[in-house]
């Protein structure tokens, strides 16, 4: 049995890189603007996006450690994104940052891939030691 | 003495388990899976039910991520991993000065899990003399600390597991029945992994990625009789034993091709009829009688497959025949790297 080629899309993941980058994905933009403060301030490189399609168009998700997005977008949406990189053997573990969403639809994600959840208003510290926890992978 | 205030515990017990997922698509877990989702929004108790290595703790996580608690505390305690005179501090925490050397205030885990959940792993090795104060809390969402007459009140909801049989543990008086009970609202019985073997070329395919890139190893290989030798195996330690040889496979991998890691001794486990070293209960299927027959032949054979006193022979088969069985039924000879033997035995020894 093959296995399909794992370094398209890990390269951020390799050990031994000195930054890792965190991507964030929300629409709304101040809440982008403050969790990348928060990653910022915590000694973490982070880059900001407004949406799924941004993200993906950049280019960037190649290289992505670690991915805190929003879970109900205008567009394309958080498990949308999640399927499409799963497609695409980008195994990156996501955070989903939301207030919503059924059980079902964390089920969902939760089998889809290496997912956390995290309710907003969010706990900082909470999340930054799942951030860390994710780039630990 | 020690310190009982200052013992800090190994950073895998306190830790959350974070990004693990859960691999498959067989039907026993399709039902797990709809269980988990029935039971999430609730704030009914939890006991999840499965063999050593079978995920308990994975699906406790889920069950907390698919509840409304998600984004609270996941706390969890393995009963079994204290010791006991420091368990009910451990639960319940204590003042200062509650005990001889409990020099400072100690939250214990219920008051940490507090508006989240509260996994109890190996349950059935809480003591009996703690078990009234575990049933309270449960009843009541109240405790003292140890030293304290004031009561806290918490908002916990508890997911308990065990791997023992708690029916029989009440009937032998061994744990409260009125616990049992309040403990055994919804209970969730994780499959073993034999029981859902359809899940095991997923299974390690994960895991051959994450040593691998753990190791930073590349396998680009994994041939089908090491993956059929994966699904024949009877896994008594369940996914987390098929994790420990997928780490030992990919470390003996040489050339980006994954090695058949199962030591030849172990394949014991598959054909239980014939060397009488049963250990759990495990339905035979014609094919797996059919992979013990053809083992313990070639076993016999020294290995050799053809001319007269080859194994295909005594089976009554023709070489070619046998050894496309071999190949559908995963059977190859154990790997001849010197290593293997070593790991093997070391395995063997640490069972004892």
Aim: aromatic share 6%; hydrophobic share 40%; net charge neutral.
């Amino acid at each position: 049995m093959g296995l399909t080629d794992q370094t398209t899309c890990s390269s951020g993941r390799d050990r031994g890189q000195t930054s890792k980058l965190i991507a964030i994905i929300d629409d709304d933009e101040s809440i982008c603007d403050s969790l990348r403060d928060l990653m910022e301030s915590a000694g973490l490189a982070a880059r900001c996006f407004g949406s799924a399609e941004d993200f993906l168009e950049s280019g960037l998700h190649r290289q992505t450690a670690c991915l805190l997005t929003d879970i109900l977008m205008p567009k394309m949406s958080g498990l949308q994104l999640q399927s499409r990189l799963k497609d695409e053997e980008c195994d990156i573990p996501i955070i989903f940052i939301t207030a919503y969403g059924d059980a079902r639809m964390r089920i969902q994600a939760m089998r889809e891939g290496a997912v956390e959840f995290l309710a907003k208003p969010f706990d900082h510290q909470l999340l930054l030691q799942t951030v860390r926890a994710a780039l630990d992978l | 003495m020690a310190d009982y205030a200052t013992v800090t515990y190994p950073a895998g017990d306190q830790a959350e388990r974070r990004f693990d997922r859960i691999i498959g698509n067989s039907a026993v877990l399709e039902s797990v899976l709809d269980q988990v989702e029935q039971v999430a929004p609730t704030d009914s108790t939890v006991l999840i039910e499965g063999e050593t290595g079978t995920g308990k703790e994975l699906i406790a996580h889920g069950i907390h991520n698919a509840s409304q608690r998600f984004g609270h505390p996941f706390i969890k305690l393995n009963c079994a991993a204290i010791p006991l005179d420091l368990l009910e501090s451990e639960l319940f925490g204590h003042e200062r000065g509650a005990f001889t050397g409990a020099i400072a205030q100690k939250i214990g885990r219920f008051e940490m899990a507090d508006k989240g959940t509260l996994f109890l792993d190996e349950v059935g090795d809480i003591p009996p003399a703690l078990q009234p104060k575990l049933l309270r809390v449960l009843q009541e969402q109240e405790f003292e600390r140890l030293g304290s007459g004031r009561t806290h009140k918490v908002d916990v909801r508890l997911v308990a597991a065990t791997n023992r049989d708690l029916a029989k543990m009440v009937a032998r008086g061994q744990f409260r029945g009125d616990l049992y009970y309040r403990l055994n609202v919804f209970p969730i019985l994780l499959p073993a992994l034999r029981e859902r073997r359809e899940d095991i070329p997923a299974l390690v395919t994960h895991f051959v990625k994450l040593f691998s890139r753990l190791m930073g190893k590349p396998v680009d290989s994994i041939p089908a009789e090491t993956m059929a030798a994966f699904r024949w195996y009877s896994w008594p330690g369940n996914i987390r034993e098929l994790q420990n040889l997928v780490e030992r496979a990919v470390i003996l991998s040489r050339n980006g091709v994954l090695p058949n890691p199962i030591h030849k001794k172990q394949t014991v486990l598959m054909i239980p009829s014939l060397h009488r070293t049963r250990t759990f209960q495990s339905p035979m299927t014609l094919e797996d009688s059919a992979r013990g027959l053809i083992l313990e032949t070639l076993e016999q054979a020294g290995w050799i497959v053809g001319g007269p006193r080859g194994a295909a022979m005594k089976l009554g088969l023709k070489r070619t025949t046998l050894l496309a069985k071999m190949r559908r039924l995963g059977i190859s000879r154990p790997i001849p790297q010197e290593g293997t033997d070593v790991f093997g035995m070391a395995r063997e020894d640490a069972q004892i």
